[in-house]
């Protein structure tokens, strides 16, 4: 059952993270990968939310584990950051490296206390 | 290599820049978004099952996650230098291997967490470290994929 969910999650959950990159590429035309950023920081925001609620296993399974993990991605953000500094875009590089880092903390921070607040 | 013209791609998912992936949803969107969805399933499995076999406590180190970014990062510069030398190659390959057998399996969100859930837990320590190990490791990973792939497929060129 839970191999089901994960299975689910992930299902819906890389699809999005592509469509959801070429969205934002298609509004943002520019070096830096604002498409990857989001989803991670979307992502990390949502299960921060989901380990400070008290959710059902079967919930994790769906919406962390699947959901969560196949729309962030950690090799696209790493690949880009890479190529970023390769082309010569090293302040790019780093601005994706501590930006992304620090957003999705803050992310995780925000989801999990705001889960937290909710249920007391 | 150097005859052809530089490769303008920055996103291993997709990049709009480079004209394949433009076009790819307009002339096969459900076979593209099919082939993502496999392979993401596929990636969060493998990355389900890990996690599953080495749990670690709120202050221990997520070793079980690193090792997954680590190494879905050297398979990603793997894959993109053996794809940018065959030009791309098969039209499902990026999709399905890249986007989501590799990004299904690669995760920012339990990154992003198992730091927070460690700061919360009281191990700043343990934080810093996963933190910075995972960020280094996996950088470093997808250059020595992609160093390690290039050049032997310029040595299979030249013989």
Partial sequence: MTVLLIALGAAVGAPLRYLTDRAVQSRHASAFPWGTLTVN???????????????????????GTGFCGALTTYSTFSYETV??????????????????????????????ALARALTG | MSEQPPDPRTDADVDLR??????ELTTRPATILLAIAAG??????????LQHAAPHPPTGFPWATFT??????????????VLGHLGGGHPLARP???????????????????????????????????????????????????AVTAALLRRRVAR
């Fill in chain 1, 41 to 63: 920081v979307i992502g990390s925001l949502l299960l921060g939310g989901l380990v400070g609620w008290p959710a059902d296993p079967a919930v994790t399974a769906l919406l």
């Fill in chain 2, 68 to 81: 997954i970014n680590t190494s879905g990062c050297l398979l990603i510069g793997v894959l993109m230098a």
């Fill in chain 2, 18 to 23: 480079v004209d394949a992936d433009r076009g």
């Fill in chain 2, 96 to 146: 399905f291997l890249g986007v989501g057998v590799l990004g299904g399996f690669t995760t920012f969100s339990a990154y992003a967490v198992d730091i927070q859930q460690a700061l919360v837990a009281g191990a700043p320590g343990t934080a810093l470290a996963y933190l910075a190990a995972t960020l280094l490791g996996a950088l470093a990973a997808v250059g020595l994929g992609d």
């Fill in chain 2, 40 to 49: 993401g399933v596929l990636g969060a499995l493998a990355r389900a099952g």
């Fill in chain 1, 83 to 112: 190529r970023l500094a390769r082309g010569g875009h090293r302040l790019l590089a780093l601005a994706n490296v501590a930006g992304s880092v620090a957003a999705g903390l803050a992310a995780a921070s925000a989801g999990y």
